[in-house]
């Protein structure tokens, strides 16, 4: 049995001081549950986190990390220091580092790649836009996503990542795709990586993400394929994002 993943994407919101108190009402208020459970924060934040989530299962997670392992890249984060803070999870090929950042397939792959060779576990997210999907061409474009990184790492590295399916037009606009349309993806996407390794496949954690909330969780996560959420917003509310995480 697969278990479940909630993972809470900060993205570029909060100061220190409420970057730990939000931490440590997760902390607190989590109580005992089955499922694996994350945040994302900025890097600056990253250590001081880490500090408040010491004794809680609750594991840390970048946002981002760089396509190459050392040297003159002046703003990037390498793999090998977010593990040195206590990272277990980096977001790669986010659509928010897509769309504003000039993030490519090739380039989230070689992303992907890095993480992997620190032991830091890639979360791959991949979706359409809202003009792909009017096109009719989500498949499409997930298979493009997904190809350029099995091409670069190839498949059994899946056995140590995270799939997160964000349909774009769902992030930040209150829009949510319907427990069926998630799963109908959710299940093309697990059938893509049976078709190189059934095993694999049964095993990886595939994720949904756009516009996760407390009162449209349950029915997402209820759905065969989706192994849990990967929360914007709402998991800037630490009442809003436990609910969420008692809703597997």
Request: aromatic share 6%; proline share 3%.
């Amino acid at each position: 049995m697969r278990r479940s993943l909630i993972m809470g994407n900060w993205k570029m919101n909060g100061s220190r001081e409420d970057g730990q108190k939000l931490a440590q009402a997760l902390a607190d208020g989590l109580g005992d549950v089955q499922q694996e459970v994350a945040v994302c924060v900025p890097f600056v934040y990253l250590s001081d986190i880490r500090s408040v989530l010491a004794a809680s299962p609750i594991a840390l997670g970048a946002q981002n990390v760089a396509d190459q392992a050392s040297g003159a890249y002046t703003g990037e984060v390498s793999a090998a220091m977010l593990s040195e803070v206590g990272c277990k999870y980096a977001l790669v090929g986010h659509s928010e580092r897509r769309s504003y950042y000039g993030d490519t397939n090739e380039s989230v792959a070689k992303r992907f790649c890095q993480a992997l060779s620190k032991g830091v576990v890639p979360v791959l997210c991949v979706g359409e836009t809202l003009e792909e999907r009017e096109q009719d061409r989500t498949f499409q474009v997930v298979d493009e996503q997904l190809d350029a990184v099995i091409a670069a790492a190839g498949i059994e590295a899946f056995e140590t990542a995270v799939i997160a399916y964000e349909p774009v037009w769902a992030i930040g606009t209150g829009k949510v795709a319907t427990d069926e349309q998630a799963q109908e993806v959710h299940k093309y996407i697990r059938q893509r990586i049976a078709d190189r390794n059934p095993v694999i496949a049964e095993k990886v954690q595939i994720l949904y993400g756009g516009s996760v909330k407390p009162d449209n969780a349950k029915g997402l996560f209820a759905m065969p394929d989706i192994d849990g959420g990967l929360v914007g917003g709402a998991s800037l509310d630490a009442k809003g994002f436990l609910q969420i995480c008692h809703s597997v």
